[in-house]
């Protein structure tokens, strides 16, 4: 079964600073990678979607990275923003099932 | 529709009583999740269905759960006799299969 892990849990950053979010998986076999964005009591909004065969993904200030072969995915967030604090989750689709594997996200607060 | 849409955004109901929830996905996605988020807890996957049929119902914690999906488009998430341990934040998500994923703002359920 699939395993999504985040670290670090939560992070705490100045306004400002680069900052890189991590998530690892078990099984090197995904079909995807995606990335989301959590505000309180909000559901998730799509940051990110990385199909197996790509390296990585760009959106603004936002860029994510997939290595298949170490099972890791990196989220870089440029310049960080007060907006910015979320909990930010990923998840992995494999190709032995339907769902989106979770991590449990990493919760960012960035302040003024 | 511009966005998943779900209601009620907050159910609160006793012990024991029947509730459903319902999930409108986007317009022309065949794609429908299903997937229940507790107080501190990761995404947990409950069930996905492909046009109206549902090929995994794999995460549907027990059978006082239910889903049925019409005309491949509205989907209702039933749960008989609830629990206490039902409370939590339940997300319907849609997409092209089997590409990005697009979420709801999510149904909150307290059972008192």
């Known amino acids: 079964k699939q395993e999504v892990t985040q670290i670090p849990a939560a992070l705490s950053v100045p306004e400002g600073e680069n900052l890189v979010l991590n998530c690892s998986f078990t099984d090197s076999a995904i079909y995807n990678l995606q990335w989301f964005r959590q505000d309180p009591g909000k559901g998730l909004t799509s940051l990110l979607l990385?199909?197996?065969?790509?390296r990585e993904q760009t959106s603004g200030r936002l860029n994510a990275s997939l290595d298949k072969s170490s099972g890791r995915s990196t989220l870089y967030i440029a310049a960080s923003q007060p907006g910015d604090s979320a909990t930010y989750l990923c998840a992995v689709r494999d190709y032995s099932g339907y769902a989106l594997n979770f991590g449990k996200g990493t919760s960012l607060l960035v302040t003024p | 529709g511009a966005g998943v849409s779900q209601s009620p955004s907050n159910k609160v109901t006793e012990k024991g009583k029947d509730v459903e929830l319902r999930c409108d996905p986007i317009s022309g996605h065949t794609a429908l999740y299903w997937y229940r988020q507790s107080l501190g807890q990761g995404l947990e996957f409950l069930i996905y269905?492909?046009?109206?049929?549902?090929?995994?119902k794999s995460g549907l914690p027990s059978d006082r759960f239910s889903a049925e999906r019409t005309g491949g488009s509205v989907s209702t998430l039933t749960i008989q006799r609830t629990q206490q341990e039902d409370s939590a934040v339940y997300l319907c998500a849609s997409s092209l299969a089997p590409g990005e994923l697009f979420f709801g703002e999510g149904s909150r359920l307290t059972v008192l």
């Open positions: 990385i199909q197996s065969s790509q």
């Open positions: 269905f492909q046009g109206n049929s549902a090929p995994d």
